[in-house]
C-alpha cells in the first residue's frame, strides 16, 4: 500500500530557502499526479503546487509562482518542493498527496487526492 512521508521542514528566516521532500514507500510513484498542500492554523487546507505523472506539467497557486519549483524523481520514487524567499504567510503544515491530474482545478479539490502524508512543520520567522 502506498505511503507518503514529507520531510525537510523547519524554522528559517524571511528570504530564506528550503527543500521538502515527498518520498513514497510500498508502491511507485510513476502512475500518480503529485500535489503539494499546506495548512496553516485556522485555516483551510491550500494545495500550493501538483506536478503530473511525467514531470512536464507542473501548476502553482499564485501565491507561490516564481518561489517555488515542484519536481520529481521517478526513479527515486521522490518528489520535491524548493521554496524559496519565503515568507511568514508560508508558515504551515505541508503535505503531499497523490492524485490522477495536475492543473489549478485540481489543486482547488483536496479531496480528490490520497494517501495523505502526516505532513512536515515550516515555519518562517525572525
Known amino acids: 500500500q502506498l505511503q507518503l512521508a514529507e520531510s525537510g521542514g523547519g524554522l528559517v528566516q524571511p528570504g530564506g530557502s528550503l527543500t521538502l521532500s515527498c518520498t513514497a514507500s510500498?508502491?511507485?510513484?510513476?502512475?500518480?499526479?503529485i500535489g503539494w498542500f499546506r495548512q496553516a492554523p485556522g485555516k483551510e487546507r491550500e494545495g500550493i503546487a501538483c506536478?503530473?505523472?511525467?514531470?512536464?506539467?507542473?501548476t502553482y497557486v499564485n501565491s507561490v509562482k516564481g518561489r517555488f519549483t515542484i519536481s520529481r524523481n521517478n526513479a527515486e520514487n521522490t518528489v520535491r518542493l524548493q521554496m524559496n524567499e519565503l515568507k511568514p504567510k508560508d508558515t504551515a503544515v505541508y503535505s503531499c498527496a497523490v492524485g490522477g491530474y495536475c492543473s489549478e482545478y485540481d489543486l482547488e479539490s483536496p479531496s480528490g487526492f490520497g494517501s495523505w502524508g502526516l505532513g512536515t512543520q515550516v515555519t518562517v520567522s525572525s
Open positions: 506536478i503530473n505523472r511525467s514531470g512536464y506539467i507542473t
Open positions: 510500498g508502491s511507485t510513484l510513476d502512475n500518480y499526479a
